[in-house]
T-cell receptor, first 116, second 117 residues
Framework: AQTVTQSQPEMSVQEAETVTLSCTYD???????LFWYKQPPSRQMILVIR??????QNATENRFSVNFQKAAKSFSLKISDSQLGDTAMYFC?????????????FGKGTHLIIQP | DADVTQTPRNRITKTGKRIMLECSQT?????MYWYRQDPGLGLRLIYY???????NKGEISDGYSVSRQAQAKFSLSLESAIPNQTALYFC????????????????FGEGSRLTVL
């Protein structure tokens, strides 16, 4: 079974700063997917970024990028030039390659607060 | 209109009552999921379904049942609700993306907040 650990229950930064959210995972699989999902106060779950484990290049989506360290089983999310709209819960998630039949395994989340 | 619709959005009920949460999707996806979200615990899988005839238990299925009435509809039932089932419930869908298979992206509904008194 896979586990996903987010060690930062809450973080707070000033607007325009860069912030990094941590995620580690444990698996015996060699190929898998990793995700960051965002949940703003509206409670909608929104996919932020996805990383395929066989790809060495770190995924980026505009201001969002990841630092994927496969050997260390680490998958951190960096948000550059943070904005007030980035305030949300952020969940790290894991899925086995091939479409893990049981969907995603989620971490417990990090509540990110962007201060004006 | 949302592609994945959950009803009701909010519900308050009493211990022992039967509750049904409904989910419908217009995305044409084959896989559907029910997750439960509790503060400090993240999202945990209750049930998942590959198609109408294929339903599987997830991590925390005790006290819940589901029905896949059609490819587009997946309902979650609490036969006799108890207070520790108070939570935010999410329905989600996924689909095979060509040769890549299921790449893990889930498409979520807006959640159903259930309070059991």
């Amino acid at each position: 079974a896979q586990t996903v650990t987010q060690s930062q229950p809450e973080m707070s930064v000033q607007e325009a700063e860069t912030v990094t959210l941590s995620c580690t995972y444990d698996t015996s699989e060699s190929n898998y997917y990793l995700f960051w999902y965002k949940q703003p106060p509206s409670r909608q779950m929104i996919l932020v970024i996805r990383q395929e484990a066989y790809k060495q290049q770190n995924a980026t989506e505009n201001r969002f990028s990841v630092n994927f360290q496969k050997a260390a089983k680490s998958f951190s999310l960096k948000i550059s030039d943070s904005q007030l709209g980035d305030t949300a819960m952020y969940f790290c998630a894991f899925m086995k390659h091939g479409g893990g039949a049981d969907g995603l395994t989620f971490g417990k989340g990090t509540h990110l607060i962007i201060q004006p | 209109d949302a592609d994945v619709t959950q009803t009701p959005r909010n519900r308050i009920t009493k211990t022992g009552k039967r509750i049904m949460l409904e989910c419908s999707q217009t995305k044409g996806h084959d896989r559907m999921y029910w997750y439960r979200q509790d503060p400090g615990l993240g999202l945990r899988l209750i049930y998942y379904s590959f198609d109408v005839k294929d339903i599987n238990k997830g991590e925390i299925s005790d006290g819940y049942s589901v029905s896949r009435q059609a490819q587009a509809k997946f309902s979650l039932s609490l036969e006799s609700a108890i207070p520790n089932q108070t939570a935010l419930y999410f329905c989600a869908t996924s689909v095979r993306q060509g040769l890549r298979g299921y790449t893990g992206e889930l498409f979520f509904g807006e959640g159903s907040r259930l309070t059991v008194l």
